[in-house]
C-alpha cells in the first residue's frame, strides 16, 4: 500500500529540520566563528550552538526511523532515471551529512572539553581556537556540503512543483493520507 503523503511526524519534523537547520547555519558561520574563543561571549554562544545542534540531529534521526517505520508516498518518477537516482541520493546525503554534522560537533565539543567550561570546572578554559581539532575540519566541510546539498534538494523541489507541475509539495503538507 502506497500513502499520498508522509506522515505527520515526518512532515512536522522535515520543515522543523528545515528552518533549525538554516538558522544554524547562519548563525554558525556568521555569528558563532567570529567571536575569539577567548572572548566571555563565546560561552554562551557556544552553548545556544550546542542545543540547537543536538536538537537538529535528534529530531533528523527520529526522521529516519519514523520514516522507516512508516508507509511513505511512492518514490517521484519522471522520464529521467538518472535524474531519479540522483533525488533519492540526495534525500540520504542529506541523513547522513546532518547525523555527521553532529557527530562531529560533539567531537570538538569533547575534544576542546567544552563540557568542563560550561559546568563551571575549577581550571577548564577554551583553547585558543578550536581550528587545530579534526572533529572542527569536518565540521567545516560538513556545513558546506549541506549548504550544497540543501540548495539541490531545493532546486529539485522548485523544478518539480514548477516546471513539471506534479504538485509534489503535497507530499510533504498535512493532510488525508490514503484514498478512500
Ligand atoms: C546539525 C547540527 C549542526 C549544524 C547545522 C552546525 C553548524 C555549524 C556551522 C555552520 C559552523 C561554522 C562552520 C564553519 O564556518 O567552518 C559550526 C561551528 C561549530 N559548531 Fe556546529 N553545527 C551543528 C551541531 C553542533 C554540535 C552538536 C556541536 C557541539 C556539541 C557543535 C559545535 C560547534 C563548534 C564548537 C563550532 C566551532 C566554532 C568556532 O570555530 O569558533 N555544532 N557549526
Same mark, same amino acid.
Given at each position: 500500500m502506497n500513502a499520498l503523503r508522509y506522515s505527520n511526524i515526518s512532515v512536522i519534523l522535515h520543515w522543523l529540520?528545515?528552518?533549525?537547520?538554516?538558522?544554524?547555519?547562519?548563525?554558525?558561520?556568521?555569528?558563532?566563528?567570529?567571536?575569539?574563543?577567548? %572572548?566571555?561571549?563565546?560561552?554562551?554562544?557556544?552553548?545556544?550552538?550546542?542545543?540547537?545542534?543536538?536538537?537538529?540531529?535528534?529530531?533528523?534521526?527520529?526522521?529516519?526511523?519514523?520514516?522507516?517505520?512508516?508507509?511513505?508516498?511512492?518514490?517521484?518518477?519522471? %522520464?529521467?532515471?538518472?535524474? %531519479?537516482?540522483?533525488?533519492?541520493?540526495?534525500?540520504?546525503?542529506?541523513?547522513?551529512l546532518v547525523i555527521l554534522m553532529g557527530l562531529s560537533g560533539l567531537g570538538i565539543a569533547l575534544l576542546a572539553g567544552v563540557p568542563d567550561v560550561i559546568l563551571g570546572v575549577e581550571g577548564a578554559s577554551l583553547p585558543e581556537t578550536f581550528n587545530e581539532l579534526l572533529p572542527r575540519l569536518a565540521h567545516g566541510v560538513v556545513a558546506k556540503l549541506?549548504?550544497?546539498?540543501?540548495?539541490?534538494?531545493?532546486?529539485?523541489?522548485?523544478?518539480?512543483?514548477?516546471?513539471?507541475? %506534479?504538485?509534489?509539495i503535497t507530499r510533504m503538507a498535512l493532510g488525508k493520507r490514503f484514498k478512500d
Open positions: 529540520v528545515a528552518i533549525m537547520l538554516v538558522f544554524a547555519m547562519v548563525m554558525g558561520t556568521t555569528s558563532l566563528v567570529n567571536i575569539p574563543n577567548d %572572548d566571555p561571549e563565546k560561552i554562551n554562544a557556544l552553548k545556544g550552538h550546542m542545543i540547537f545542534g543536538f536538537l537538529i540531529t535528534t529530531f533528523m534521526i527520529v526522521r529516519l526511523i519514523a520514516k522507516m517505520k512508516s508507509i511513505n508516498p511512492p518514490p517521484m518518477v519522471t %522520464d529521467n532515471a538518472l535524474r %531519479d537516482k540522483i533525488g533519492a541520493s540526495v534525500h540520504s546525503a542529506l541523513y547522513i549541506i549548504m550544497a546539498t540543501v540548495v539541490l534538494h531545493v532546486v529539485a523541489a522548485l523544478y518539480h512543483q514548477l516546471i513539471l507541475k %506534479d504538485n509534489i
